[in-house]
């Protein structure tokens, strides 16, 4: 918050990457409280891991609202086009633009900036944490980028978000217990989504795979591992776990 409190009187717009699974749980600009008066654009990543209906709501809510949005797959520059139309667009004062894009650790911001430049220069992995610095780079000549680190609240007051947050790759293995994870994971899809609730059982999931120690107990912490790769890379099925009219 510091590196970015230094510049963010020169930021023209603020372009916020959110996980299109947690739109809600990964708006974090609000946290930038010098950008909070800039034109701010919502960007819903990995909208190949959502589900569809529920994207096209938040899309439609947050535009309601008043707030540019779009959805997209960060690491696929077609699905860019329109904001990157939007923004080259955008008025620029004394013959420069600046955007600064912001989001919560790991919801893509670096492989976006990549995308959205078509170049391969900001530093990208699927883990949270690996964007440690600011660093601006062109988007086109007198358009530049803001590559900012991941950002949360300091405390995550909704009783689901921790593990959500967790299972969709914005907080370190070190900072949750991935099996409790897994667990809490198949306890809402039982309510919320019974018919996929099985794909995340994890006795079925591990004795299905052959996963077991010696002497035949369940390999129970290798097997949540396996799980919540598979599901962030979009192998199990799509699900948003956020609506926009569920409340705040």
Known sequence: MRAVLEVADVIDIVVEVRDARLPRSTAVAHLHRRLAHKPQIAVLNRYDLAEEGATAAWIQALRAGGLAAFACVGTRAGTLRALRADLLARPRKRGRLRIAVVGAPNTGKSSFINALSRTKRAIAQDRPGVTRHVRWLDLEPGVQLLDTPGLLAPRILAADAAWQLALCGSLPETAHDVEETVTHFHRW??????????????????????MRRRGGEIDRVNAARKLVALFRAGELFRITFERPDDGE
């Open 189 to 210: 899809l039982k309510v919320h989504r019974p018919q996929l609730a099985s794909k995340a059982d994890l006795e079925a999931f591990a004795s299905v795979r052959g």
